[in-house]
Structures are given as structure tokens and as C-alpha cells.
């Protein structure tokens, strides 16, 4: 599993590269890599579900309303404290 800015990527390969006109950073597959897991997702399906059910729950948990009040509130009372 590849960790992208926070963002999650399992199965290929990224690198980050400068996205155009902007300060930003965008991920840019490695397209032999890709084609190598959605192929593995092809033949392997239960093994392909039992993942996406896994990572719709940890995002579920962690991008939840509730997770980004606690965030912002945390965030929030850092910057009051100074």
C-alpha cells in the first residue's frame, strides 16, 4: 500500500509529480504497474472485494463527519493556544 498526500493507493505504483498551472501535486501511475494489479483484480475477485470493503471502511471511519469536526476542532484550539 502506497501512502499519496493522505491518499491511499493500493495495487500500483505513483510517483508525484507537479501538477500543471498550479502549486499542487497529483499522482502519476505507473501505467505497466497498473495494468499488472487490475489484472490481478480481474483473476482474483474475492481477494479485490475483501480489499475495496476494507478500504470503504477505514475511509468511512477516518473521512467521516464526525473525524473531520474532531480534526478542525483540534486544529481550532492549536492555533487559539498560540
Same mark, same amino acid.
Given at each position: 500500500m502506497l501512502l499519496l498526500g493522505g491518499a491511499r493507493a493500493t495495487g500500483f &505504483?505513483?510517483?508525484l509529480v507537479q501538477a500543471p498551472s498550479t502549486s499542487l501535486r497529483w499522482a502519476d501511475p505507473d501505467y505497466g504497474s497498473m495494468r499488472k494489479a487490475l489484472r490481478g483484480a480481474l483473476e482474483d475477485? &474475492?481477494?479485490a472485494k475483501r480489499d475495496a470493503e476494507s478500504?470503504?471502511?477505514?475511509?468511512r471511519?477516518?473521512?467521516s463527519w464526525e473525524s473531520?469536526?474532531?480534526k478542525m476542532i483540534e486544529r481550532l484550539d492549536s492555533i487559539a493556544r498560540g
Open positions: &505504483e505513483c510517483s475477485t &474475492e481477494a478500504a470503504s471502511d477505514e475511509i471511519l477516518e473521512r473531520a469536526a474532531l
